[in-house]
């Protein structure tokens, strides 16, 4: 049975991987902080069958004995400070956790056992203000916030000990990816929630920044095959995955409202440009993941409409339950 520890197991993508990974036979760890009040809810429905050991990016040592415990065939780390506007808030921070702690797990890895393979989540806000469209693997990098800046660094770091150490360490450069697990704090989830509201008259209004930056959205449940497939490979490498298409915030407001049969939805939002202005905007985005289609087999499977369908009636069964 082969092993995989997964740093930020109780976000949207760790929870999509374990669930991935326990359906090819793995055994699953995940990385766990030690807080005040514990978040699994991402993980309850497969926490018997996961075992959580506790580490953090910030302390090396807690890193090495994880490994150590769970003699792991491969690692993926996705945890991270994810959110971007708070990286403009915790530059330091999102620095300390985004980029520093790619190196201490790498260096921690290498000192146990540099044979695991590994595993990077980059992110396309490494491309930020974009020199070329579509944007790919050589595509110059050119982040607009600290959170952008980070994951730059822990790229290259990847990039860094595996060219130095000849460890199997990949990175995934994944464009935006969402899901019901969404946290509330990102765009997405504020637009299906508040449209699940809206359509049950718990709330009139939705407020949001400007209506037109334009992203390459897929689903998180796709993307996390595509983490997997780069560690099956004889070479490590990295690749961009996303679907190729890109959307505006409008459109995905749109498809949100048309999913619960309001078609007036203009009524219902505020575009507030100044409250949720960031000091640095990224305004397109769109990625060519042909590599990962010719090299990994790797296609997106779940459209642009059926994702935001999917994250609406996600938050409308979910605020139904509520009421009773």
């Not at 980059?122 to 930020?128: I, K, L, P």
């Not at 575009?271 to 090299?295: Q, T």
Request: include cysteine.
């Amino acid at each position: 049975m082969k092993k995989a520890l997964i740093t930020g197991i109780t976000g949207q993508d760790g929870s999509y991987l374990a669930e991935f990974l326990l359906k090819k036979g793995y055994k699953v760890y995940g990385l766990t902080r030690r807080t005040s009040t514990v978040n699994n809810e991402r993980i309850e429905h497969i926490q018997d069958q996961i075992e959580l050991v506790q580490g953090d990016l910030l302390d090396q040592s807690s890193l090495l004995e994880a490994i150590r415990e769970t003699e792991p065939d491969e690692l993926y780390n996705l945890a991270a400070q994810s959110f971007v506007k708070t990286s403009w808030n915790q530059p330091v921070l999102t620095g300390e956790y985004t980029g520093l702690g790619v190196t201490r797990v790498l260096e921690a890895l290498r000192s146990f056992n540099p044979k695991i393979k590994f595993y990077q989540a980059s992110s396309s806000e490494m491309f930020g203000k974009v020199t070329e469209t579509p944007q790919k693997e050589n595509t110059r990098f050119y982040p607009r916030s600290p959170y952008g800046v980070a994951k730059v660094y822990g790229h290259y770091i990847t990039v860094n000990y595996r060219e130095s150490y000849g460890l199997f360490a990949c990175s995934g450069i994944l464009f935006n990816h969402e899901s019901p697990r969404r946290g509330l704090e990102f765009v997405t989830k504020k637009i299906s929630h508040a449209v699940a509201r809206i359509s049950l008259g718990k709330q009139d209004k939705l407020e949001l920044g400007s209506l037109e930056p334009k992203r390459d959205w897929g689903f998180a449940g796709d993307y996390v095959e595509a983490m997997w497939l780069m560690l099956q490979q004889d070479e490590p490498d990295d690749y961009v995955i996303a679907t190729g298409e890109n959307h505006s915030v409008r459109e995905f407001v749109e498809i949100a409202f048309n999913a619960v049969g309001i078609k007036d939805w203009e009524k219902h939002v505020v575009s507030n440009v100044g409250v949720h202005m960031r000091p640095a905007e990224v305004d397109y985005l769109i990625g060519d993941a042909s590599k990962a289609k010719k090299v990994l087999g790797w296609e997106p499977k779940t459209s642009f409409k059926e994702l935001v369908e999917m994250m609406v009636k996600e938050d409308l069964d979910r605020e139904k339950r509520n009421e009773r």
